[in-house]
């Protein structure tokens, strides 16, 4: 009796081992999947208003400029295991704050390696050329306005940035950032800008995004909810789930 109780006693030990060493595989795959395939985030900021909002859960193209190496972006710089790819011009982006790479910023590609990036009035000259906007009525953008821009002077245009084709927001009345001195983008660094433009701490502040700091490119919104902690109120958003980001 005593050695059937012991065999038993060796079964369930031998189950729960291999039950572990399954969930820790398991476990460790998703980690692999996430730091190489696909990420979410969430947006906790105003900045790319009115293409995302706060509280959108989003999902980022971790291989959309070339496979890395699981994990070798977490602490260094990232280790290709193809040959690195490059954004272009309208990209939604996630990268690394190269003041501080512990923090991740979201921001739209505006001028690539080599590019001359010059900014007039609120309106960008890309190599000379003006960027394409037209303004568009305010209506169906206020409809849902984050509660921190409903006491602005807000302006919306449709801007068309490479083959991107998104909206824009300006604060009529901010006057911080009107004018950005004519500058080329180094070699491998980026020009990022956030669409809330008068609401975005970007490249016109800060400097360039080098690549070996960007996650991946951001291409859907996959749920939006605000929850109501401190001043805000609760939100759901069912329209913006499973919506793209051009």
Not at 149 to 177: A, M, P, R, T, V
């Amino acid at each position: 009796m005593d050695e059937i109780v012991t065999e038993v006693n060796v079964l369930k030990k031998r189950f729960w081992t291999k039950k572990k060493f399954l969930f820790l595989l398991l476990f460790l795959l998703f980690l692999m999947f996430r730091s190489i395939v696909l990420e979410p985030f969430r947006i906790p900021t105003g900045s790319m208003t009115p293409t995302l909002k706060i509280g959108d859960f989003i999902i980022v193209n971790k291989m959309a400029y070339g496979l890395k190496l699981p994990f070798s972006d977490f602490y260094s710089d990232p280790i290709y295991i193809t040959k690195p790819g490059n954004p272009q011009r309208g990209d939604v982006i996630v990268f690394k704050f190269p003041q501080d790479p512990k923090i991740n910023y979201i921001k739209r590609v505006v001028g690539l390696p080599g590019d001359k990036i010059e900014i007039k009035k609120k309106v960008i000259y890309i190599n000379g050329k003006k960027v394409k906007t037209t303004k568009v009525p305010s209506k169906e953008f206020l409809v849902d306005i984050d509660e921190k821009y409903k006491n602005q002077n807000l302006s919306f245009y449709k801007s068309q940035i490479g083959k991107h084709l998104h909206f824009i927001q300006q604060d009529e009345d901010n006057y911080l950032k009107v004018d950005y001195r004519k500058k080329q983008v180094p070699k491998g660094n980026y020009f990022v800008m956030g669409d809330n433009r008068d609401g975005s701490y970007d490249s016109r502040f800060w400097g360039f995004v080098p690549h070996k700091y960007i996650k991946g490119k951001a291409f859907l919104v996959w749920f939006s909810m605000v929850l109501p902690f401190g001043n805000k109120k609760f939100k759901f958003r069912p329209q913006r789930i499973f919506s793209p980001i051009k």
